[in-house]
T-cell receptor, first 111, second 115 residues
């Protein structure tokens, strides 16, 4: 079945450093979504990418969807302590309607 | 936040007992989902519903059943709970199908411990 992997599993940065998490799918995705989950909280939608090669920005966050629509990345510039949490990608591949989540990347930011 | 209520929020139960988790929404969304979250596995889809009485299996459906008799309620039942089902369970809703680029909204989660 469809698998979505994320790397790294965990990243610890100093405040002000940049951070990137990568999402790789075993199948071509129709779209990809990104979510953020604060410690002890629930996942919250950040953004959706649909087109091959698409790039979207939200303030310090930059999201990319690969040309082959099998991978994606989230880059945070100049991290802040408010960026702490787990970032998940999620996508749909094949002929299903099942939104499959990646394994997540836990970001820790040291002040 | 979207109008999603999960109950109970916390439960401890014994192995072999049946458990039902309830997800109630006030958004009249068509799609509802149950995910479980475990360390190292992220969020895994258990079952989802695309309308009243219309459900389908997810990635990890064994040992779970669901029912949706009304738009607003989606029930997840563990027929005979096992320790491997100790997890955090999240309900989610969406107004369009995932292929339509539907944003889904998550409930607060239900912490289940099977002893």
């Amino acid at each position: 079945g469809q698998q979505v992997m994320q790397i790294p599993q965990y990243q610890h940065v100093q405040e002000g450093e940049d951070f990137t998490t990568y999402c790789n799918s075993s199948t071509t995705l129709s779209n990809i979504q990104w979510y953020k989950q604060r410690p002890g909280g629930h996942p919250v939608f950040l953004i959706q990418l649909v087109k091959s090669g698409e790039v979207k920005k939200q303030k310090r966050l930059t999201f990319q969807f690969g040309e082959a629509k099998k991978n994606s990345s989230l880059h945070i510039t100049a991290t802040q302590t408010t960026d702490v949490g787990t970032y998940f990608c999620a996508g749909i591949g094949g002929a299903t309607n099942k939104l499959i989540f990646g394994t997540g990347t836990l970001l820790a930011v040291q002040p | 936040d979207a109008g999603i209520t999960q109950s109970p929020r916390h439960k401890v139960t014994e192995t072999g007992t049946p458990v039902t988790l309830r997800c109630h929404q006030t958004e009249n969304h068509r799609y509802m989902y149950w995910y479980r979250q475990d360390p190292g596995h992220g969020l895994r889809l258990i079952h989802y519903s695309y309308g009243v009485k219309d459900t389908d299996k997810g990635e990890v459906s064994d040992g779970y059943s669901v029912s949706r008799s009304k738009t607003e309620d989606f029930l997840l039942t563990l027929e005979s709970a096992t320790s491997s089902q100790t997890s955090v369970y999240f309900c989610a809703i969406g107004d369009r199908g995932p292929r339509s680029g539907n944003t889904i909204y998550f409930g607060e989660g239900s912490w289940l411990t099977v002893v």
